[in-house]
Structure formats: structure tokens, C-alpha cells
């Protein structure tokens, strides 16, 4: 175990911790992070970084070149908040109103942060380290944003990599996994066309509503007889409008859909199977149907090669104990998923408490919060990761 480094960096956790808590304070959402970004480019220059701000539009990158190495790292923090009601009641609370680091993406900021000081100071890597502070991950796109402004261009790099905090995981615990580890999540809205008429004369409507009920069910069956069984798929149907009064049959319904998969042909096959199955439903009740196909995330790929790499890194500094080598995939998306499709990489997991311990409230609960004991730890990773990397 790499006990030095984590020393080092529990030595700098109060810093840091502070640092969090200040984010932590000042919420942003998606491509809003303006004081984030800011915060996060001055500590970055003070420590010698070259900064490019403004890379889709919040986002920045901090290179440092050490030595002769000829290799090239991307590590990667997200930095907006969620438009959550923050409950914990916590010091240090957001004071945005309906504004909140319910993802810990204020603890992964603050995590790089750390290992940016320490890497800096210590200059004990041979190459180019270019770290990456994106925007709008909550379902912004903000890492397809910087890859259209030119990042990989700008900043090529041989691997990236990120670090999400899990509830649920004892804290502290590194978990890492090879292939599809996030799902791919898409959209679709449906609208639904009839002939309005009189509740008691259906014969004269053609009823819309009738229609959405027999789609919302037929839906059902592509996860149970068109997918795989040992594939993962999801296809919700979130919202169903339709109708104001008991004697009305309305002119139209709509339907909002969210569908997901953790393989890139699954994902295909749902998308060519709802649209076939809505349009052909609506063709046998007469309504016309309108589908709005809207692509979200992509499936988050981990290679194997930087996978191995990052799970020897995981080994090293914490050991085999708190380390899972394959942890198992999950059905949330993350648009890291973007960079992955361009650059080789993995995206891990740190545990943020499981049990009956704070740390164990889901991201996206108005009682999360981020655990201030990951911040050296996810911080000598980074340091270790890098010093690994660039040799
Ligand atoms: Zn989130
Ligand atoms: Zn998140």
C-alpha cells in the first residue's frame, strides 16, 4: 500500500475539505459554473498550470508538462450542481435555494484539485498532464460540448480517466470494471393525433387516449420478447397527458418515454422496435403518431487495457482489500460515456458509505452529501494514477 502518498494527502485534507465546502455552499447548474470555473482556474494557474477557460462554455482544462515523457493523460472532474431543495441541514449547506451538489461533483472537483497542488509541487511525473473540468453533466452534455470546442484537438490524450463517489459502497472502497459500465439513456416523445368528439358518441371520434393505453402496455413487451435476457433494457413511459372532462374525447395524448441499454446494439434495437411498435399500434386504432427521437448519453465503455492499468493503480494504493476488481454495471448514464467513444480509459467508482452512515444517501437525494474522508484518498489516486501514467 501506498501509505506515504495518503499521508501526504491527508496532511492537505483540511485545505481541501474547506475548499469543498465552499463549492459545496455555491451551487451552479449546468453551464452555469461560472464561479466554479473560476475558483477552479485560479488555484490551477497558482500552481503553474497553463489554463484554457471556455471550453464548452464553462468548461476548462489546466495542463502541466513535466521532463521529457512523451505521454499524454487526461483526468477528468464534472462541476455542476442539481435543481434539488437541499435538506441535509449541514454548516455548510447550499445557500442557493433549490440548488444543490447532490452528485458530489463538488467532492470530485475538490478531489482533483488536490492532486493538481500536489502533483505540481511534487514534479514527479515525465509528460503532459492536462486536467479537464466539464460542465453539465447532469444531462447537459457538457463533455460532448468541450470535445465540439476542440478538447481532444487541443489536448490530445493517450487515456482518460474519472472518479464517481457511490452511496451504498463502504467508503473508501475503489471499484472498478471492464466493459459496459453505464447505461446508454435516450428520449422520445409521442403525440398522438384522433378526431375529438362527445364522450357518449365514440363512434364519431377517433379516440387517442384508448390508443396511448394499448402503446403504454404493447411497449412492455419489447424488454420481454425482443431483447436478450441476459442483456440489460429499460423503456419507461414517465408521463401519459391526455383529456380534461369525463364527457370529452380529446383531439390528442402525448406520451414522454425514457429508454435505456448497456450495449450499443440493444440500444439500436430498442429505438427500431418503439418506433415501429407505436406507429404500427396507432395505424390499427386511426391515429396518427408523431415521434420525437431525442438521443441522450451514450453506453459507457471502460477498456480493458486502461482498465488493468487503473485497477493496478487501485491495488497499490489501497490494497486488495478494498478494491473490487469487476464491480457490476448500473443502469444511470454518464456522459464521460462521450469522451470514452474518442480517448481509451476507465471510469471508477469510490464508496461513499454504506450501512446506516451518511454516506449511504443516494446522489440525487435532498440528504446527500459528499464524504470528506474520500478527499485524500480519491486525491493520492489521482497523484499515483498520474505518477504511473506519465513515466
Ligand atoms: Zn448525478
Ligand atoms: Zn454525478
Redesign the pocket.
Known amino acids: 500500500m501506498s501509505t506515504h502518498l495518503l499521508e501526504a494527502l491527508s496532511e492537505k485534507a483540511d485545505e481541501f475539505i474547506a475548499l469543498r465546502h465552499d463549492i459545496h455552499r455555491h451551487p451552479e447548474l449546468a453551464f452555469d459554473e461560472h464561479r466554479t470555473s473560476a475558483l477552479v482556474a485560479d488555484k490551477l494557474q497558482s500552481w503553474g498550470y497553463a489554463v484554457e477557460r471556455g471550453l464548452g462554455g464553462t468548461g476548462l482544462v489546466g495542463r502541466l508538462v513535466r521532463g521529457d515523457g512523451q505521454r499524454r493523460l487526461g483526468l477528468r472532474a464534472?462541476m455542476d450542481a442539481l435543481p434539488i431543495f437541499e435538506a441535509t441541514g449541514l454548516p455548510h449547506a447550499s445557500c442557493h435555494a433549490g440548488v444543490m451538489h447532490a452528485?458530489?461533483?463538488d467532492g470530485?472537483t475538490a478531489m482533483l484539485l488536490a492532486a493538481a497542488q500536489h502533483l505540481a509541487q511534487s514534479r514527479n511525473f515525465s509528460g503532459t498532464l492536462n486536467l479537464i473540468f466539464q460542465p453539465a453533466?447532469?444531462g447537459g452534455g457538457g463533455a460532448l460540448r468541450m470535445m465540439d470546442d476542440g478538447l481532444f484537438e487541443k489536448y490530445p490524450c493517450d487515456a482518460v480517466f474519472a472518479m464517481?463517489?457511490m452511496p451504498g459502497t463502504p467508503q473508501g472502497r475503489l471499484v472498478l470494471r471492464e466493459g459496459a459500465t453505464m447505461a446508454s439513456s435516450d428520449y422520445a416523445t409521442v403525440t398522438l393525433t384522433g378526431v375529438g368528439g362527445h364522450g357518449a358518441m365514440p363512434h364519431q371520434a377517433t379516440d387517442p387516449i384508448v390508443a396511448a393505453a394499448s402503446i403504454v402496455m404493447a411497449l412492455q413487451t419489447i424488454v420481454s420478447r425482443n431483447i436478450d435476457p441476459l442483456q440489460m433494457a429499460v423503456v419507461t413511459v414517465g408521463a401519459l397527458h391526455a383529456g380534461k372532462a369525463n364527457n370529452v374525447i380529446p383531439q390528442s395524448a402525448t406520451l414522454e418515454l425514457s429508454v435505456r441499454a448497456l450495449d450499443r446494439e440493444v440500444r439500436r434495437k430498442l429505438e427500431q422496435r418503439i418506433k415501429a411498435l407505436i406507429t404500427a399500434q396507432a395505424e390499427s386504432f386511426e391515429v396518427r403518431a408523431q415521434i420525437a427521437w431525442r438521443p441522450g448519453y451514450a453506453v459507457l465503455v471502460n477498456t480493458p487495457e486502461e482498465t488493468a492499468f487503473a485497477r493496478e493503480v487501485a491495488l497499490e494504493l489501497v490494497g486488495e482489500e478494498r478494491v473490487t476488481r469487476q464491480g457490476l454495471a448500473l443502469s444511470?448514464s454518464?456522459d464521460f460515456a462521450f469522451m470514452l467513444e474518442r480517448v481509451p480509459g476507465s471510469y471508477l467508482f469510490i464508496g461513499n458509505g454504506d450501512g446506516d452512515s451518511a454516506g449511504a444517501c443516494m446522489?440525487?437525494n435532498p440528504g446527500y452529501d459528499f464524504n470528506d474522508a474520500n478527499l485524500p484518498i480519491g486525491a493520492a489516486y489521482w497523484v499515483l494514477l498520474a505518477q504511473r501514467f506519465l513515466v
Open positions: 464534472d452528485c458530489g461533483h470530485h453533466e447532469e464517481h463517489n444511470a454518464e446522489v440525487h
